[in-house]
C-alpha cells in the first residue's frame, strides 16, 4: 500500500514540474492552430546556400513531425516561422603532429521566431535570438575530399538544427 502511496505521489510531482515525453507536449500552442508557413531564412553569412539548406531542413522536420500542415502560401497560414542565420564558424579542434588541422568544429547559430499571424498584427508565441547547434569533421589533409566532408557537416548540422528547433518549439523550452 505505501509503494502505491509513493509511486503515485511520485508521478502528481512529475507531472506538476512539466515532465512529459518528448515530442507529446505542445501546451502553449492552442489546437486551432493548424497551418504553418516557414519562410525562406535570411543568410547573413558569406554562406551561399545555408539559408536554402536550412529551410528545407526545418520544413522536412515540420513534415516529419506531422503536427502542422505545411502551406507554401503566408496568406494561408496561421503560423509563420522566420529566421536569420547570424554565423556559421568553423573551427580547428583537432591537429596532427605538423601541426595540421584534422578535425574541425561547425556551429551554426541563427535567431528564429514563431509568429501567430491570424490577425492584424503578428504575435510572437516563441523566439531563441541565438538557437546554435554544432558538429565536428574529421578532414585527411592530404585528400581532396576536404570540401565534401564540409559539405556532409553543413548537412548534418541543418538536420540536428531542424531537429532541435521544432522539438524546442513543440516543448515549449
Request: charged share 25%; aromatic share 8%; hydrophobic share 45%.
Amino acid at each position: 500500500m505505501v509503494a502505491v502511496v509513493v509511486t503515485a505521489l511520485a508521478a502528481v510531482v512529475a507531472s506538476s514540474c512539466g515532465y512529459h515525453l518528448v515530442g507529446t507536449s505542445s501546451t502553449f500552442l492552442p489546437p486551432e492552430l493548424r497551418r504553418l508557413h516557414v519562410a525562406r531564412f535570411r543568410n547573413t553569412t558569406t554562406w551561399a546556400d545555408m539559408d536554402q539548406r536550412l529551410t528545407e531542413a526545418v520544413s522536412r522536420e515540420w513534415v516529419r513531425r506531422r503536427r502542422f500542415e505545411l502551406v507554401e502560401d503566408r496568406s494561408a497560414a496561421d503560423l509563420e516561422l522566420t529566421g536569420k542565420i547570424q554565423a556559421v564558424i568553423i573551427s580547428p579542434v583537432r591537429f596532427d603532429d605538423a601541426g595540421r588541422a584534422t578535425e574541425y568544429q561547425m556551429t551554426l547559430v541563427a535567431s528564429m521566431k514563431l509568429l501567430d499571424i491570424r490577425g492584424e498584427k503578428p504575435v510572437v508565441l516563441w523566439e531563441d535570438k541565438g538557437f546554435s547547434r554544432r558538429t565536428s569533421y574529421e578532414v585527411d589533409t592530404s585528400a581532396a575530399n576536404y570540401f565534401d566532408r564540409q559539405i556532409e557537416a553543413i548537412e548534418r548540422v541543418s538536420s540536428d538544427f531542424a531537429r532541435s528547433l521544432v522539438s524546442s518549439i513543440l516543448e515549449g523550452f
